[in-house]
């Protein structure tokens, strides 16, 4: 099978490998579509991002069952032709977090794409425990673009948003762009969303945003009193210290965004914090019990009944011989994008 092999930062090589055989209790999945997520661009690109080399990237991704290890065929619980979801976490299933259902903090996981080969290739071999059979008339594209739909819906749920709050989403990426539409659904009044780009801006619109602004100063005239709930996903200090600054008196912020430097409040951010008793929440990945969640469910429902809209975020629909162009030029932020699909067997719609 081809698949795209990072060998060293920046060397990223499309080559004929070996097609992956099922263990007893796993499945090969011919890939359908393979999403970009942002984590991709410096684990392909800086040193350090990837855990072993060479590796296949490459996590938000669904596909077809083709084949099935023995136990697996013999439980009847997946058959050949099945449409899945792959959740890119493998969690342990016996450290203390997994225990009590919370996967996402599992201490000693696996991961599709990082730790294990990922989608970015023909044909990826998925443990039982990771296949989300999907209903087959939902587009496998929806399919690969559950996963950041499900870590917006988890950021939502660390909150206590209700019918009525003022909500704000910094950053308008694909994470961004479902926490509008989450918040929405949840009974927000208003949700601004803030990003420096006017491309974007536009997107959140589309998403259903009822205010978008591209500056901090725009963000700060529209906030008035702040916002009761602030979803944070660019994952910049200066997007942190914003989201912090937004929040209204026991006003919420969650923070999905991961950084690559050092957050620092400045002291006014700091005391708004602390007068307005403002509470901050981490959010880290999409899981809960059973695995992989309600919030993996609750998103697939909601794509396959429309009520959750996706093909507007797709800007590019490539192949996988554009793999090394595509991830450089996100690096060096030469083309716009918000959700890059890479369909590795080419099954255009």
């Known amino acids: 099978m081809r698949a795209a092999l990072l060998h060293a930062p920046g060397d990223i090589r499309v080559e004929e490998v070996p097609v ?12 359908a579509a393979c999403g970009v997520c942002g984590s991709d661009i410096p684990r392909m690109l800086r040193p350090g991002g990837a855990y072993h080399l060479p590796l296949i990237c490459g996590h938000e991704f669904s596909g077809h069952v083709v084949a099935l290890g023995a136990e697996l065929a013999a439980a009847g619980t997946v058959k050949e ?18 225990a009590q259902g919370h996967f996402s903090l599992c201490e000693d996981y696996d991961y599709f794409g990082s730790r294990r080969a990922g989608a970015y290739a023909e044909y ?6 990771n296949l989300m059979v999907l209903p087959p008339d939902l587009d496998p594209r929806a399919a690969a673009m559950l996963d950041p739909a499900a870590i917006a819906l988890h950021a939502i749920w660390r909150t206590k948003l209700r019918a009525g709050h003022r909500v704000a989403v910094v950053g308008a990426g694909p994470i961004g762009l479902f926490a509008i539409q989450w918040a929405l659904l949840a009974g927000a009044h208003e949700v601004l969303s803030i990003d420096v780009s006017e491309e974007k801006a536009a997107m959140a619109m589309e998403a259903g945003a009822t205010h978008t602004a591209t500056t901090a100063e725009r963000a700060s005239e529209l906030a008035g009193q702040g916002y009761d709930v602030i979803i944070e996903s660019a994952g910049v200090p200066a997007t942190a210290d914003q989201a912090v600054s937004l929040a209204a008196r026991h006003g919420q912020a969650v923070f999905i965004g991961i950084p690559h ?9 700091f005391s708004n914090f602390l007068r307005r008793e403002v509470t901050l929440h981490g959010a880290w990945n999409s899981f809960s019990a059973p695995f992989p969640g309600d919030e993996w469910r609750t998103a697939a429902r909601a794509m396959g009944d429309g009520s959750l809209r996706w093909k ?18 996100l690096g060096e932020r030469s083309i716009f994008s918000s959700k ?10």
Do not use: W, Y
């Not at 890119?88 to 977090?97: E, S, V």
């Not at 990826?124 to 425990?129: M, Q």
């Open 20 to 31: 992956p055989v099922p263990a007893p209790r796993e499945a090969l999945v011919r890939v």
């Open 81 to 98: 032709g099945d449409l899945v979801a792959v959740p890119p976490l493998i969690p342990c299933r016996r450290c203390t977090p997994c």
């Open 124 to 129: 990826v071999t998925v443990p039982e425990g």
């Open 261 to 269: 430097d050092p957050v620092v409040l400045p002291k006014a951010t």
């Open 312 to 329: 507007f975020m797709i800007t590019h629909e490539l192949g996988l011989d554009d793999v090394s162009a595509t991830l450089r030029q």
């Open 340 to 349: 890059v699909l890479f369909l590795p067997n080419g099954d255009r719609p």
